[in-house]
């Protein structure tokens, strides 16, 4: 652990009522980092994530942030999570960007004092950072998978974190569309200085997008520089002798 860890995860292990699905896993994340986890489906990702989050309690190990247990860690805004693939109640239901944004700056607020100029301003930052603000009137249902994403990163930023969780956000967008998407996220972590960490199922992205990869499979496989890990050997390690390699350009 340096200076610059945000997140320390030691020794996590985890069972879903006896069944083990995360092994002695240990790594830490420093500020600044963009990460890109990958694996099969059902190797832990998500429970990681949720782990991290201090939404599940590991059986043995633990997770701390800036040092701190992430139970006792009250900053909560300063970790922003993008869940996978939102609800479609949470796409049909009547609100517009500028509320769904402005939503997210509750938990740096406060649920019941009132929104300050400060807040006012962070909102509509996200929005202009997004690029949806001239999409502010609009309800979110009416909008395309590629700009709901932003909304919902948007809603994420309101926050000003530190830190930006996404689970896999390149669901259900069209590819130029997810260009313009990767663009814009290391945007984030280039010029703003925000901590990624990106759940994805696809190597290709992964590969000439993110700074490290870390690999699981129940077990961690490999964590580093993309250009050490993602070959043939790594990825028949995280996805079994049947997997077919090809990763464009690489
Ligand atoms: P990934 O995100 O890599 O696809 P998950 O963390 O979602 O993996 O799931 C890991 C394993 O845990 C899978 O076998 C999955 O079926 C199981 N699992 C996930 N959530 C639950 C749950 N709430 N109860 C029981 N088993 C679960």
Request: aromatic share 8%.
């Amino acid at each position: 652990m340096t200076e610059k860890t945000i997140i320390d995860v030691q020794g996590v292990n985890f069972s879903y009522e006896g069944n083990k699905v995360l092994e002695e896993i240990t790594f830490s994340i420093e500020k600044g980092e963009y990460l890109g986890i990958i694996g099969p489906n059902g190797g832990g990702k998500t429970t990681l994530f949720r782990i991290i989050l201090g939404l599940l309690e590991p059986d043995s190990g633990r997770v701390l942030i800036h040092g701190k247990p992430v139970r006792e860690f009250s900053e909560k805004f300063l970790i922003g999570y993008v869940p996978q693939r939102t609800t479609p109640s949470e796409i049909y239901f009547p609100a517009t960007v500028e509320e769904v944004v402005k939503s997210g700056r509750t938990p740096r607020k406060g649920l019941f004092r009132r929104f300050s100029r400060e807040d006012v301003q962070a909102v509509e930052r996200a929005m202009e950072t997004s690029g949806i603000a001239a999409q502010r009137g609009r309800l979110i249902g009416s909008l395309s998978g590629g700009e709901r994403q932003r909304v919902f990163i948007a809603r994420a930023l309101a926050g000003e974190p530190e830190i930006l969780i996404l689970d896999e956000p390149e669901a259900g967008i069209d590819l130029t569309a997810q260009e313009k998407f990767y663009t814009f996220i290391e945007h984030l972590n280039n010029d703003l200085g925000i901590t990624v960490l990106l759940i994805s199922h696809d190597i290709d992205v992964v590969a000439h997008q993110v700074k490290t990869i870390l690999c699981l499979n129940r077990r961690l496989v490999c964590h580093g520089p993309p250009k050490k890990f993602i070959t043939e050997e790594y990825m028949q390690k995280l996805y079994g002798k049947q997997v077919r390699f090809i990763i464009h350009g690489h």
